[in-house]
């Protein structure tokens, strides 16, 4: 049985990871602080001791690991403006030194390796799609340059690793994902409007709303990140649904799916939000032969009958 470990495990989408890896016969270490991860999204998987283990652990410090290691799987990091704004310094180490450490875990166990990485490497960006091939525009001094410049970083040292130490290593930027374990205080989209809707407050849009998204629901993303990691290509592939539409539309969307009698109220944009976020994903589907497959009608309903749950 390969042993995998995911650091960041107790998060949106890696506590997902964590499931599937286990569904498909992979013995699972999972490792997370919980400063934005909740046991509750593992606590199914800690009865089985056989084939999944959890450890409290700051990656930005040395880990120590017995036995053997198939696949280090770093998903360590505050995901989302409200968390990286909260912890600006936290997100810096954990994208520089937690990458660092894993790295060197990874090294000492001959082990392959996978950096969650980000859209928010390109920015502003001022190409859409945007293809891996983008270096992106991004601001290095303002607020969301703790996230951004972190996973620039820590995709430079992964490279780095990859042709100095001939570390396996594999990058996928993850495009904005949604789906069941997101937090209603999450500051993101999706998470916003749903819970906003739900309890007929109004639905806070920032700007005019015209800046556009596409979302990819989770089981498709966590398809896209084993076929990645199964693979042998080194270079960053976009992981996302290229399906586009405005944040306006995408509110006024979930009031008509939850029938719900909010209103929209509208603010000021936040510093250096990009405009547009769509990815071009010719990569994933050439090299991967991988596709997003949930429509977002389907992916909205399953996530709003979760929020339903958690009200």
Not at 264 to 273: M, S, T
Request: glycine share 8%; aromatic share 8%.
């Amino acid at each position: 049985m390969a042993t995998c470990i995911i650091t960041g495990g107790a998060g949106f989408i890696g506590s997902h990871l964590c499931d599937f890896l286990i569904s498909k016969g992979y013995s699972v270490l999972c490792v997370d602080n919980l400063i934005t991860g909740n046991i509750s999204n593992i606590s199914h998987l800690l009865e089985d001791s056989h084939n999944f283990k959890f450890i409290k652990h700051d990656v930005t410090l040395d880990i120590n690991v017995q036995g053997e290691v198939d696949y280090v799987l770093n998903f360590a990091s505050p995901a989302s403006p409200v968390d990286y704004l909260k912890l600006p310094i936290q997100t810096l180490k954990v994208g520089a030194l937690g990458t660092h450490k894993t790295l060197g875990l990874a090294k000492a166990k001959g082990a392959k390796y996978l950096l969650a990485s980000t859209s928010e490497v390109y920015g502003d960006p001022l190409v859409n799609p945007q293809p891996e091939t983008y270096w992106g525009n991004v601001n290095p001094i303002g607020p969301r340059g703790v996230y951004d410049e972190a996973k620039r970083f820590a995709e430079a040292i992964v490279m780095a690793y990859h042709r100095v130490h001939k570390i396996d290593t594999r990058i996928v930027r993850i495009f904005n994902t949604y789906g069941e374990r997101m937090r209603k205080n999450d500051g993101r989209a999706i998470p916003n409007f749903v819970d906003q809707a739900l309890k007929g407050e109004p639905l806070t849009i920032f700007g005019k709303g015209a800046q556009t998204r596409s979302f990819c629901y989770v089981s498709d993303l966590i398809e896209g990140i084993y076929a990645l990691m199964k693979s042998d290509i080194h270079e960053p592939v976009n992981i996302g649904n290229p399906s586009e539409m405005t944040v306006l539309e995408l509110a006024k969307k979930i009031i008509e799916m939850t029938d719900s009698k909010s209103k929209l109220v509208f603010k000021g944009l936040p510093v250096d939000d990009p405009k547009v976020r769509r990815p071009d994903i010719t990569r994933a589907r050439e090299i991967l032969k991988w596709q997003p497959r949930v429509s977002l009608k389907e992916g909205l309903k399953k996530t709003i009958d979760y929020f339903k749950e958690m009200l």
